[in-house]
């Protein structure tokens, strides 16, 4: 009767090895899947992720460039730069344009934005100073030897001589930027000088 407990004690323990072993395998095989199938959706993820964040990454931002800008001398009669009706003078100023691979709306883009009425501290008047003016558009006509530029917004001027004022300090911004032989603006679909009267 000892004996048959004793073998019977020994059966019970290899049972709950083989039952532990099982156990074990069950458990194993069930990381294997669960690691298998979590893995390629966490590379999915990871590729899927970098590619959104490519499609919306942004291009980085081009450096401001120099440009040459134009400004009033009051009543200077040419002696200090060009001269303009009114016995003033269109003078050139260093400046720099905002972040565009478009030299001539990036020079014109920064003139219109200053709404100054003198340029710092030079004293040269900035006959747009009243305006809000935007870009639509800059670009050279078919024949390569115009620079056609689009203007729209609210023109507004302070003076009777603010009108060759405005004209000039554009049209040479324009001519300055774009190396055109010719240049030809419409603020709000008119031709420069029919939308300022001259």
């Known amino acids: 009767m000892r004996q048959l407990n004793k073998h019977s004690g020994s059966n019970k323990k290899s049972t709950l090895k083989v039952v532990l072993f099982i156990i074990i395998l069950i458990l ?10 979590i893995t390629p959706a966490t590379n999915k993820d990871t590729v899927k992720s970098t ?14 460039k120099d440009v040459k800008l134009y400004y009033v001398a009051l009543e200077d009669n040419g ?7 009114c016995n003033d003078s ?31 501290q030079s004293g040269l008047y900035n006959a747009l ?5 935007t ?13 056609v ?4 917004g609210s023109l507004s001027l302070g003076g009777d001589c ?26 709000n679909g008119k031709p420069i000088n029919e939308a300022i009267n001259l």
């Open 28 to 37: 194993a095989g069930a990381w294997a899947v669960y690691t298998m199938a």
């Open 51 to 64: 590619a959104e964040s490519s499609k919306t990454a942004k291009p980085a931002p081009q450096a401001a």
């Open 79 to 85: 002696k200090t730069g060009q001269k303009i009706g």
């Open 90 to 120: 269109l003078v050139e100023v260093d400046s720099k344009s905002g972040a565009t691979s478009n030299s001539t709306m990036g020079a014109l883009e920064a003139l219109l934005s200053n709404h100054d009425e003198y340029y710092g």
């Open 129 to 133: 100073h009243l305006s809000w003016l």
């Open 135 to 147: 870009v639509v558009s800059a670009g050279l006509s078919g024949d390569g030897k115009t620079m």
């Open 149 to 152: 530029v689009d203007i729209t």
């Open 162 to 187: 603010d009108g060759q004022r405005v004209m000039s300090q554009i049209e040479q911004t324009a001519r300055s930027a774009s190396g055109a032989e010719n240049i030809k603006i419409t603020i």
